[in-house]
């Protein structure tokens, strides 16, 4: 069974540019999550999504962060323009469960340097 | 806000000796789930357990739970050099909202 894939692996961009990230979910599972997580920290909820529908995007930074989840399975996740407070790991991870509290599998995650 | 709080923040052992991360947290939960980072690569689940279970065990992982001092303990037997990585508790809470990781701790077993 294929896992969680991510890309790109790396991205190193300029500040003010923007920025693009993609994820595919493990088949058959309908909830999919967004997380940063920076050097030396856990991971951050950006924003969950059940089904293509985003139920919790309250710790998304909504003024240059978006993300969308086509037909309820592939997402992306934009940062336009990008900070230097954005270098990060953009993790994506899917569950089985509805609801926020299932397992999770984690891709192995976008890094992020905004120079 | 991370929830759960892991201590120690770093943990060194030799290869064949028992490993012991605890984990805090703060508010009721429904479960909390152990994960494992090994450098510059995604979360892998390790073990959940549920508010109602004290313990649970899978392979050389041993977690237990104590709601009444809300704090878990993830044990791992006989370390190996394998083992080495970030270890991460997440609560899940019991208003629903979201799983919240702590802030992990880094365990490096020595061969």
């Known amino acids: 069974e294929a896992g969680v894939v991510q890309s790109p692996r790396y991205k190193i961009i300029e500040k003010k540019q923007p920025v693009a990230f993609w994820c595919n979910p493990i088949?058959?599972?309908?909830?999919l999550y967004w997380y940063r997580q920076n050097l030396g920290q856990g991971p951050e909820l950006l924003i969950r999504?059940?089904?293509?529908?985003?139920?919790?995007d309250s710790q998304l930074p909504k003024d240059r962060f978006s993300a969308e989840r086509l037909k309820g399975v592939d997402s992306t996740l934009k940062i336009q323009p990008a900070e230097l407070g954005d270098s990060a790991v953009y993790l994506c991870?899917?569950?089985?469960?509805?609801?926020?509290?299932?397992?999770?599998?984690f891709g192995e995650g976008s890094r992020l340097t905004v120079l | 806000s991370q929830q759960g709080e892991e201590d120690p923040q770093a943990l060194s052992i030799q290869e064949g000796e028992n490993a012991t991360m605890n984990c805090s947290y703060k508010?009721?939960?429904?479960?909390l789930q152990w994960y494992r980072q090994n450098s510059g690569r995604g979360l892998v689940h390790l073990i959940l357990?549920?508010?109602?279970?004290r313990e649970k065990h899978s392979g050389r992982l041993r977690v237990t739970l104590d709601t009444s001092k809300k704090s878990s303990s993830l044990l791992i037997t006989a370390s190996r050099a394998a083992d080495t990585a970030s270890y991460f508790c997440?609560?899940?809470?019991?208003?629903?909202?979201?799983?919240?990781f702590g802030e992990g701790t880094q365990l490096t077993v020595n061969p």
């Open positions: 999504y059940e089904n293509e529908e985003a139920v919790d």
């Open positions: 088949s058959g599972h309908n909830t």
């Open positions: 357990i549920r508010s109602n279970e």
């Open positions: 991870a899917s569950s089985l469960w509805l609801g926020p509290t299932g397992e999770l599998f």
């Open positions: 997440a609560t899940a809470e019991t208003s629903g909202s979201r799983l919240t």
């Open positions: 508010t009721s939960i429904n479960n």
